[in-house]
């Protein structure tokens, strides 16, 4: 698509946006959070298609609406949940959004783990991730005796290595074979434990753009370290797997998220890939060499005061994502097309100002509709979201803090 059918694009999407709300019976919440149905789907298509055959775990941090959650569920492909704390995944196996779910991080929340080793039916459901035997320590802390088994994974480390230097995510402290079977040993051996699988998450693959505008040496050096990072991750899941097989028989190997689909999903010793923000596409993940999501979460918010012909300022704003400090983290004001923020006042918490060409045709009470820089964390700021298929919102989705849950 060329610059200019984007911008025109753009003006359609912010005309079709308004006209959702406007036709609704009451005024919408601000920030008004819309999710686009059609581009929902339709890169949930892209997501099983990438994933070549394996299937895809809904990363539930990138959706946090359980309407959301079950969506991508419904559709072939997709089978399961990563959660992102044991309260939510007990929760999500409570509601019957899914039977399935793997804890992408360790937990030490004493209360939930003596949640988990009372339920029969949350233990089956539910596998704890682990790099630590302090970890399975706490388990035993808080369980009584006769509980369930509790299932286990063990998280291993994905970086990339040079000599002594580590890229990548700082998560799990298990690199070496000997370090990661030893462990698997402990678990595999230590009674009221089961252990069913391994993750690897190649956070420098999955979460870096590689084909940014204006930065083509960066871009370039990025790709760089992308592809030595599969060659070497390709090796050392080989050898990993060997000495798992060992001790246990896993019945899922994680790997993966939205940006390295393709290289996770090839490796055979991957049996499932994790994805959640390509389903609503944030602007991090508009530069990728590879697939692109569309856009399918907006927020909008209203304008409020016009200082000058070429600024408006709009109520609320700063909605800055979680990570590195940075302009990347900033939400981007995204229709009308033409708009951008200031430099000194960015994205605030109460009033944000816009500048550009697009303000001269806005006046008080329009919305500017913009993208968050992530997926997942636009939830936080709003109780529900509004589903819209075609040009019709067609219901409204609870968030988690719609429903009362804080995780």
Not at 111 to 135: F, N
Not at 208 to 236: N, W
Not at 311 to 332: F, I, M, N, Q
Request: include cysteine.
């Amino acid at each position: 698509m060329s610059a200019a059918d984007g911008e025109v694009a753009r003006y359609r999407l912010a005309a079709r946006l308004d006209r959702a709300v406007a036709g609704l019976p009451e005024e919408p919440a601000s920030p008004t959070v819309v999710v686009d149905l059609d581009a929902f789907d339709a890169n949930a298509a892209d997501l099983v298609r990438r994933a070549g055959g394996k299937p895809v775990r809904v990363a539930s941090k990138s959706l946090r609406v359980p309407a959301l959650l079950r969506r991508a569920l419904s559709r072939p492909g997709f089978h399961g949940v990563l959660a992102y704390t044991l309260r939510e995944a007990l929760w999500l196996c409570e509601q019957g959004v899914s039977d399935d779910l793997v804890l992408g991080y360790p937990t030490v929340d004493r209360a939930a783990l003596a949640r988990l080793t009372a339920d029969e039916r949350a233990a089956g459901a539910v596998t704890l991730m682990v790099d630590d035997p302090v970890q399975l320590d706490l388990v035993d802390a808080v369980r009584r005796r006769g509980g369930p088994d509790v299932r286990v994974a063990v998280d291993i480390d994905a970086g990339l290595w040079i000599g002594r230097a580590h890229v990548g995510p700082k998560r799990s402290p298990l690199h070496d074979v000997a370090q990661v079977a030893d462990l698997a040993r402990q678990v595999a051996t230590r009674p009221g434990f089961v252990l069913v699988g391994a993750m690897t998450y190649e956070g420098q693959v999955a979460g870096v753009p590689d084909h940014a505008p204006g930065h083509r040496a960066r871009s370039l050096a990025v790709r760089r370290v992308k592809s030595a990072s599969v060659h070497q991750l390709a090796v050392r899941r080989r050898d990993l797997a060997a000495a798992l097989r060992e001790v246990a028989d896993l019945r899922f190997w994680n790997a993966g998220g939205t940006g390295s689909l393709e290289t996770s999903s090839a490796d055979p010793v991957v049996t499932e890939v994790t994805a959640g923000s390509g389903l609503l596409g944030p602007h991090l993940f508009d530069h990728y060499r590879g697939s692109t999501p569309s856009p399918a979460a907006f927020f909008g918010l209203p304008v409020v005061r016009r200082p000058a012909p070429d600024t408006v300022t709009v109520a609320g704003g700063g909605l800055v994502a979680s990570g590195a400090a940075g302009k990347d983290r900033l939400p981007l004001p995204w229709a009308p097309p033409g708009l951008h923020l200031t430099g000194l006042e960015g994205a605030g918490e109460v009033q944000t100002p816009l500048v550009g060409p697009a303000a001269a045709s806005l006046g008080i009470g329009d919305r500017v509709w913009f993208r968050h820089a992530k997926s997942g964390e636009l939830a936080e700021h709003t109780d529900a979201v509004l589903l819209l298929a075609g040009d019709e919102v067609v219901d409204r989705a609870p968030t988690y803090r719609g429903l009362g849950q804080a995780w």
